[in-house]
């Protein structure tokens, strides 16, 4: 599979932050691409197929004849948030429609995939942008047969009809892009997976099923991003970010904007 490449561009706003105010800030269209699987051989036994919107990720040895587990994302159209300078985060949006295809399989399992998704950011009446996010499953690929079950079905009643229901985590990853808006990064960080009308940290996958949430999402300040977001208090060491021009503009919109690029140095 293709790795994630050494250098992110991220895009850098400035605004004054001497004016509080909600801002609009607009997604385009979005295009989804699976990166970095790990597999429990320790490799990377898994294969890619869709499309740029709704791109697949396949793995492990079929036990039936429905064939490999798989993820699906299907991504949202483009889209409009409102962002409040003050709170400093913005409205609560879908960012894609997620699927695990949970079929009986043998190893090698799925361990982690990141799903890189590509849009443009703008941000009030400024010029639209391309930025690339990266986000980070965790999979835990739970034998079907286990008693007790690894995962109890209190969060989702069920779950275990078909067998004990695999667990899957999504984050932020550190190396996702930022824009900046006053003298604060932001990016788009993962609230959890809404199931019906349930939002979850971790969603549990009924085994024989096609198991369907929405990943929702903010804007949220890279801070957040890099101390686990608040859980755990520790910050993570992250290179500093490098600067070099866009545009090379300024703009006088909510107090002054100006564009510029921002670098993020992927760890060899």
Known sequence: MTKWPALLAGVVITSSPAFAETIEITFGNFTGEWL????????????????????VLSWGRPATSEGQSSYTFESEAAFTTLFDSSAETSDIFNLGTFTHSNNPIYSPTLVSVDLKLTTTVQVGDLE??????????????????????????????????????????????????????????YTIAIEGFKVGETTVDSFLTKEKADNEAIIIAKVTSYEAIVTGGGESGTPTDVPEPEHTAIAGLLFSLYGGRRWSARKRRMPL
């Open 36 to 55: 970095n699987a790990v597999t429990s051989d320790g490799g990377d036994s898994t294969s890619t197929s869709g499309t740029e919107t709704d791109p």
């Open 128 to 185: 639209a942008a391309p930025v690339e996010f990266l986000f980070s499953f965790s999979h835990d690929e739970t034998p079907n047969s286990a008693s007790p079950c690894k995962y109890d079905d209190s969060t989702q009643p069920g779950v275990n009809d078909n067998g004990c229901a695999d667990s899957i985590t999504l984050t932020s990853s550190l190396f996702t892009q930022t824009f900046t808006i006053g003298n604060t990064d």
